[in-house]
């Protein structure tokens, strides 16, 4: 099992950008696959980006392909979701979460399912 603390949400202007950062302990960082979702108020909880153990694969959700870019630093245990060009439809809970490190990522870094260990959440509110 992984720790996660998210960190860097805020309240923001349309068109404005925020930083977000997921601190891992517990287990070797490099040892897991990384994902952000979001949830908004009456919504489901909906993939946004992950990211391979390695940093060499990256995968988007269309709504924030081009806005929005994962990175990972497995040194500092950490891994980021820098967000620009935001919109007030990007208001929502951000959470962080890890899946051990397997063959079916390619596949599954989608699916909240797979994802063992979550983060508590930050909250982003974009304003109009």
């Known amino acids: 099992q992984v720790q996660l603390e998210e960190s860097g949400g805020g309240l923001v202007q349309a068109g404005g950008s925020l930083r977000l950062s997921c601190a891992a302990s517990?287990?070797?960082?490099?040892?897991?696959?990384m994902g952000w979702f979001r949830q908004a108020p009456g919504k489901e909880r909906e993939f946004v980006t992950g990211i391979s153990w390695s940093g060499g694969n990256a995968y988007y959700a269309d709504s924030v392909k081009g806005r929005f870019t994962i990175s990972r630093d497995n040194a500092k245990n950490t891994v980021y979701l820098q967000m620009n060009s935001l919109k007030p439809e990007d208001t929502a809970v951000y959470y962080c979460?890890?899946?051990?490190?397997?063959?079916?990522?390619?596949?599954?870094?989608?699916?909240?399912?797979?994802?063992?260990?979550w983060g508590q959440g930050t909250q982003v509110t974009v304003s109009s």
């Open positions: 517990g287990r070797t960082f490099s040892g897991y696959n």
């Open positions: 979460a890890a899946v051990p490190r397997g063959a079916y990522f390619y596949r599954d870094y989608n699916k909240r399912s797979a994802y063992k260990d």
